[in-house]
């Protein structure tokens, strides 16, 4: 019984290695890319006001249904009227607000009010149907859900900028000397991000950024101002646990340089990224800077 089982935990080793392989990034030099997913569910900031006289306005089942997603349909009120045709792609998104409503780092809702608002993307729809003054649309790509009110938008292609080489990130990499800014908020109001996770910083295109840019990402110790909470003078002591000679301040030492992303969307004043690297968990509040 002992060496059925040990065999069948083999096969299965064996098996996950295959597929882990298979589906594992090729070193062989190509151009990788974000998927699909990561570039068209990654939202947006702008302080510019995304025009919003198309809407969804309901869909089929609206008795019960409440939320719609991919293979629904929905209605949309523009039709034969204002030119919308079958086969017309648009995209859905809406302005996003925080739940919560509770700040993470001194500076949050100030950084966020100038950045402007948060729209998340909410998927994508295709016209099957046009009527005079209104129009049904299949939803064909979704990120969450869509629902009544939901902004739409004719879909326009998002970049999607190859990666770098992660093996070339520097752990220690020395001041870049380019514009600095901070991780102001996540995607959803999230407060704590990793590998593969979409983060919102104060710089954009009036500080040139660029769709394809790098930021690395990094901290200071000693900062009680922003991060997650900390001890006071947590960087050179610990109560139990020991004592520097010295008093050191975040000016005093190294700063820890903890992963990099690449820009996806760019507005005036904010830049979306997609976090490719990181080798520690990545706050809000953390800083930023272009590479």
């Known amino acids: 019984m002992r060496a059925n089982l040990a065999a069948l935990g083999l096969s299965i080793f064996l098996s996950a290695a295959v597929c882990s392989a298979q589906n594992a990034p090729s070193n062989s030099g190509g151009i990788v890319q974000p998927g699909y997913s990561p570039v068209n569910c990654s939202g947006f900031i702008t302080d510019q006001k995304v025009p919003d006289e198309i809407r969804v306005v309901s ?32 995209a859905v998104m809406r302005p996003d607000r925080d739940p919560l409503n509770v700040p993470w780092f001194k500076w ?34 979704s990120c969450g859900y869509m629902q009544r009110g939901d902004i739409v938008r004719p879909y326009v292609e998002r970049p999607a900028p190859p990666f770098k080489d992660a093996a070339t990130f520097d752990h220690f990499a020395p001041v870049s000397g380019k514009p600095v800014a901070m991780v102001v908020a996540g995607i959803d109001y999230s407060q704590l991000y990793g590998t593969g996770t979409t983060i919102y910083v104060n710089l954009g ?4 950024v660029k769709v394809g840019d790098y930021f690395r990402v990094f901290r200071y110790q000693g900062s009680l101002a922003e991060t997650a909470p900390q001890t006071k003078d947590y960087q050179y002591k610990m109560y139990g646990f020991g004592a520097s000679p010295t ?12 992963g990099e992303g690449i820009v996806l969307n760019v507005s005036r004043n904010s830049s979306t990224v997609l976090l490719t690297f990181s080798s520690a968990d990545i706050c809000a509040g953390d800083y930023v800077e272009l590479e």
């Not at 295109?205 to 040139?208: F, G, I, P, S």
């Not at 008093?247 to 190294?254: A, E, I, R, S």
């Open 59 to 90: 869909g089929e089942q609206p008795g019960y249904k409440v939320t719609f997603a991919r293979g629904d349909y929905v209605y949309l009120n523009r039709g034969q009227d204002k030119g919308v045709r079958v086969g017309d792609r648009f």
């Open 108 to 141: 949050q809702e100030k950084l966020l009010k100038a950045m402007g608002t948060i729209y998340l993307d909410a998927g994508q729809v295709r016209v099957v149907s046009v009527q005079p003054k209104v129009s049904v649309a299949e939803v064909i790509f």
């Open 205 to 208: 295109a009036a500080q040139n």
């Open 247 to 258: 008093v050191y301040t975040w000016k005093d030492l190294p700063r820890e340089v903890l």
